[in-house]
């Protein structure tokens, strides 16, 4: 294979001369010895099920008790699969030792169907007993996964269906629901809505194709073989007046501490009010509150951790951690964070960023010490990390945050956020990288009235769809018809829309939680015909999204500018919590969310702070006579603290730090004297 394999991947060699060389490289002589042994082909389970077999008599040590202990249930197209579980555990109570004759197998995955055949033609009844057992548990366990096999009375592994509303609950809320989302309840309008958004987007995709010359290399179109070729964007054309003007704005900041940013912006927003006793009692919190408060923060986002804020700030532990385990919870920390991005969102320079109506979301990487049941080692990181899952706006504010385990697919998580954002960001589109585009993330956010719009590789792999015969379709869609590799099945989907909508009317309203639904429904069977129907509402959205997102590059380039945006909040992230080389210590779920929430909301306020102070350095040039046009500040971020300093001795003293503002609650801009020497007032 050391020969053999470049010689296939270096494309210089001729496809003709390959032969010969590789017999010229390895030789006559070593070829026939080697072609000379009997080939043995890898099993197609590639020795798994021979690897289970083992340890099957440490599995018999508990398998019988589970299996009679447990009452599992099947859902559609699981028959044969709880008919073998009964026969198994009738067989478990008399002793039996051979399967019987009749058992079934059609539940058994075709890459373990081979061990079964050769183990009962060749007689060997206590070899075909190990594998027909070993195949009933290993099916049991991943249709528990999926949810196709579930447990009543158990909580993660209940039947799917009781996470939504009942029919007759969802009866009461259909009618709402259905106006709230601009769905309609009845199946064929619903259909016939959806192709005609096909076919809108359809006819945009064939102008787009029709006007693209064979030699233009910057435009989505067809090669001589008719296959589709899209040219990666360009970097986008960010003027050069955009980064002198950032750097002059930068300038014109002040620099201030981060407590001493965290006290102004308390000021005017008054966020340290949501940080409740968790005892319930609403108290106006006392100046030496509110500086244990902000110590805890600092603390958490830093990563200083309780013991060195103490000695920096000069607070006994004692007193931070009593406020820590009292004030500071996810709860309220969600609160604060909801009124600084609210406050954000009514800057006028903030609706000049974006306008509030897209959001992005990714995971961030960091090290984990110590035992934790988030973290898992991955080589490419260097060894064990954690993710936290964030959701960000087009106005470079984070709404949503969220500690995942690392190897987890994100694509369960992007909806958890996004639906249980209580901003005032009107956010009604998603993007994503190919890790959040699902089939299922496609149909839901559409059947919530929202859409997904992710940055999607390897396009020309992707199957898009059609509702009508290859024959009809490239009659009217010459070039993009033959795109379109499967026939869309809406018959299946006509059949599920009022489960549909009931599905995503229990999400949108809270009553199932999306990771889990999204979860469950991603990994069922292809026997459940309400997750196939999803996935083929979703096939339908992901064409109408693939076929504007070709057609349009403005949209594509809107869409990884939020990516972007996303993208860029994680420098800051990492600069804020920059202490014991950014490892997170805390070992528990609970204590990682809320060092979480705490960066987030860290960022937040210095993404709050700059954006204020950038619109009243803009004023100051404006009142100048300079034109400082809305187009060149669009392109300037405000997730940047080289104004802000986290380090040294950690003063917070609300009462000083109120006294250094001017009437009118502001610290003064840097003259340009100052400036130009790189000095401070």
């Known amino acids: 294979m050391d020969v053999i394999l470049p010689v296939l991947a270096d494309p210089s060699i001729p496809d003709d001369e390959v032969g010969g060389m590789l017999r010229e490289r390895i030789g006559m002589q070593r070829l026939r010895e080697i072609t000379s042994d009997a080939w043995t082909p890898l099993p197609r389970d590639h020795g798994r099920l021979s690897e289970l077999e083992s340890s099957y008599t440490y599995l018999r040590q508990f398998t019988p008790n589970v299996l009679a202990a447990i009452d599992f249930q099947g859902g559609p197209g699981m028959a044969e699969l709880m008919e073998a579980v009964s026969m198994l555990k009738e067989m478990n109570r008399l002793g039996g030792r051979k399967v019987p004759a009749g058992a079934p197998t059609g539940f058994v995955p075709a890459k373990y169907a081979d061990r079964l055949t050769k183990a009962r033609k060749s007689g060997e009844d206590t070899a075909y007993r190990h594998f027909w057992e070993l195949c009933v548990i290993l099916c049991l366990r991943d249709g528990l996964r999926s949810g196709d096999v579930f447990v009543p009375g158990s909580r993660r592994y209940a039947d799917p269906a009781t996470y939504l509303y009942t029919p007759e609950q969802w009866a009461l809320r259909r009618g709402e629901y259905c106006r709230l989302v601009g769905k309609p309840p009845n199946a064929a309008d619903a259909l016939e809505q959806g192709k005609e958004e096909l076919h809108a987007a359809l006819q945009e995709l064939e102008q787009t194709l029709a006007g693209a010359a064979p030699d233009d290399t910057g435009m989505v179109r067809l090669d001589e073989d008719e296959h589709l070729v899209v040219p990666p964007l360009s970097a986008e054309d960010v003027p050069a007046e955009a980064k002198a003007l950032k750097d002059e704005l930068a300038a014109m900041l002040p620099f201030a501490p981060i407590a001493s940013l965290l006290i102004e912006l308390d000021a005017r927003t008054h966020f340290l009010d949501c940080f409740t006793h968790a005892g319930g009692r609403k108290l106006s919190t006392s100046v030496e509150t509110k500086r244990n408060i902000l110590a805890v923060l600092i603390a958490m986002s830093t990563n200083l951790g309780l013991a060195r804020m103490s000695e920096a700030c000069g607070v006994s532990y004692d007193v931070l951690a009593w406020t820590m385990e009292w004030y500071v919870r996810e709860e309220t920390l969600r609160e604060a964070n909801t009124v600084i991005v609210d406050h954000h ?24 010490r110590g035992k934790t049941l988030t973290g898992r080692n991955m080589v490419i990181h260097g060894g064990q990390v954690l993710s936290t899952y964030t959701h960000v706006s087009d106005q470079w504010s984070t709404y949503g945050t969220k500690i995942i385990v690392p190897t987890a697919r994100e694509a ?31 149909a839901l956010f559409d059947l919530v009235g929202k859409a997904l719009t992710p940055r999607l590789r390897d396009l020309t792999r992707v199957t898009l769809v059609r509702d009508e015969t290859p024959t009809e379709i490239a009659k009217r869609y010459p070039r993009a018809g033959p795109l379109l590799g499967a026939r869309w099945n809406e018959d299946l989907v006509a059949g599920c829309w009022p ?3 009931r599905m995503a009317g229990s999400l949108k309203y809270g009553q199932a939680t999306a990771s889990l639904i999204v979860g469950k429904w991603s990994a069922a069977s292809r026997q459940n015909t309400l997750a196939a129907a999803l996935k083929e509402w979703g096939m339908l959205r992901r064409t109408v999204h693939l076929a504007k997102y070709l057609s349009d590059p403005a949209f594509r380039r809107k869409i990884s500018r939020q990516l972007n945006k996303g993208e860029s909040l994680h420098a800051l992230r990492r600069d804020l919590h920059y202490a014991q080389q950014g490892a997170i210590t805390r070992p528990h779920l609970e204590q990682q969310t809320e060092q979480a929430w705490c960066l987030t909301l860290l960022t937040n306020s210095v993404v709050a702070w700059t954006t204020e102070y950038y619109s009243r350095a803009v004023l100051e040039l404006r009142s100048q006579g300079r034109e400082v046009s809305d187009e060149i500040l669009s392109h300037i971020s405000p997730g940047h603290s080289d104004n802000i300093n986290f380090f040294g001795v950690i003063n917070v003293d609300v009462e000083a730090e109120l006294a250094k503002l001017d009437t009118s609650g502001w610290r003064p801009l840097r003259p340009a004297q100052l400036r130009e020497l790189g000095l401070t007032p």
């Open 345 to 368: 969102y009514g800057l006028e320079l903030a609706k000049v960023f974006g306008g509030g109506t897209m959001s992005s979301s990714d995971g961030q990487r960091f090290p984990v």
């Open 412 to 442: 369960h998580f992007v909806l958890d956020d996004f639906l249980g954002n209580a901003t005032d960001l009107p956010i009604a589109e998603h993007a994503t990288d190919s890790h959040g585009a699902t089939l299922i993330n496609f």
């Open 499 to 501: 489960d549909l909508l």
